[in-house]
């Protein structure tokens, strides 16, 4: 490796809200910044500090995480509207555990801090764009579909409503036989292809294009925020009973699509973001990335799909911005200080603790080496990959992450 130092911090920046827009021809749509690996507030930290700037300097009006959508809508109200507390909000409003994380819970306190005597015009949002779903299975679609059907069914004549609330109920039954976690190693657990959910999928279609028919009314009726809300369980439901049908497949197809269709859901919530407005958007790298994802489940063979931000980014084009975030170590985890010859070793030689890293100068100081990919000891951290850098409009590095150490977070 012979690229010096100096090229490199030519290339590096701090972390910083005016360094990024300088990274970009225009302010994105939606401007995401990723992470190597969940539930570390070290990074957490970095992001809070990052998207406050972002706010407050950009005019960004939307904060979304890889966190339930459905859920999400808890956080939203706490935010906006004050409704609950902050312990229901961390409660309830969070999927996969995020909400016990000291970063996430300061998130949520600074964005109703920061609301506080707005106008809802210009109040900051909060959003969740994964799909209601967990590594062992997926939520029954029950709170989406019956959400909107109340929502139609107390706006719209009944005689164009293709169903009941009782027939939905009757056809859902228990969720138990939804929410089985054996569903996901054994197709045949599954009630995703029973003949009830067949008749959701088609009934779920047809809700939601009544929904779109009725559009004008609707808005007057109730509010385009209502309408919005009534979208988003619309296509929660039908990316759900889409999400079971394939857990009940059995060929070897399978697994892929189950990952095809997490992105899916989750490009489908950030195209109804950036419809809203300029979003900031944070979740795993894997998921914001422009080129293909792969990875490799059980037994299963290597899994290749497009990830929501390669999907949103083919839409829109400079619309869309992807800041990775690389680190050097994770001692507690095992990541010790990384290879000299690697793209994480490189900028590990830099002298301060964070950059931003313009990777087209970076790359350009590269030359023709190419870097070393860096393995990983540990499954949960994925290494930035040298292959790919030209396809991330910046990188977000941290040199070391301490083990987090419990917060006083009131």
């Given at each position: 490796?012979v ?10 920046h ?15 749509r ?9 539930g ?26 890889e966190?339930d ?54 109040q ?22 019956t959400?909107?059907h ?6 719209v ?6 169903c ?10 228990p ?16 009630a ?48 759900l009973l889409?999400?079971?049908y ?12 189950l ?46 799909w ?32 990384p290879?000299?010859?690697t793209?994480e ?19 350009a ?9 860096r ?6 951290y994925?290494?930035l ?11 977000a ?14």
């Open positions: 490796m690229t010096g130092i100096r090229d490199i911090e030519d290339a590096a701090a972390v910083e809200a005016a360094a990024v827009m300088e990274l970009l021809p225009a302010r994105p939606l401007l995401a910044l990723g992470e190597p690996t969940h570390e507030d070290t990074l957490l930290d970095l992001r809070n500090e990052l998207f406050r700037q972002l706010v407050e300097e950009e005019g960004y009006r939307t904060i979304a995480i966190s959508c459905m859920t999400g809508l808890v956080v939203d109200d706490y935010v906006t509207l004050g409704t609950g507390t902050l312990e229901e909000a961390m409660e309830y409003g969070f999927s996969h555990g995020w909400g016990a994380y000291a970063g996430n819970r300061e998130l949520v306190r600074w964005i109703r801090a920061y609301n506080d005597s707005r106008p809802a015009s210009e900051l949002r909060f959003a969740g764009f994964d799909g209601p779903l967990e590594i062992t299975g997926a939520a029954s679609p029950r709170q989406a579909l959400a909107l109340d929502y139609l069914a107390a706006r004549d009944a005689d164009l409503l293709p009941t609330a009782e027939t939905l109920d009757r056809l859902l039954g969720d138990d036989r939804w929410t089985d976690p054996a569903a996901m190693t054994d197709p045949a657990r599954s995703g292809r029973s003949a009830e959910a067949r008749e959701l999928r088609l009934l779920a279609d047809d809700l939601v294009a009544l929904l779109d028919a009725q559009a004008p009314r609707l808005f007057t009726a109730t509010s385009r925020e209502g309408w919005d809300r009534a979208r988003l369980y619309g296509r929660t439901a039908t990316g889409r999400y079971h394939w857990m009940a497949d059995t060929s070897p197809a399978r697994m892929t699509w990952v095809t269709l997490r992105d899916q859901m989750m490009a489908d919530n950030l195209f109804a973001l950036a419809e809203r407005g300029p979003a900031l958007i944070h979740a795993h790298n894997g998921h914001l990335q422009r080129h293909k994802s792969t990875m490799r489940m059980w037994d299963q063979p290597l899994l290749k497009w990830s929501a931000g390669a999907i949103v980014s083919a839409h829109l084009g400079e619309g869309y911005a992807f800041l990775a975030t690389g680190l050097g170590t994770i001692r507690h985890q095992g990541v010790d200080t290879p000299p010859d793209v070793g490189l900028l590990y030689a830099l002298p301060e603790d964070r950059h931003l890293v313009d990777t087209h100068r970076l790359a100081a590269l030359g023709d080496t190419r870097p070393a990919p393995v990983s000891p540990y499954y949960g994925a290494p990959d040298p292959a790919h850098l030209t396809g991330v409009d910046g990188i590095f941290v040199k070391d992450v301490p083990k987090d150490v419990p917060k006083d977070v009131p």
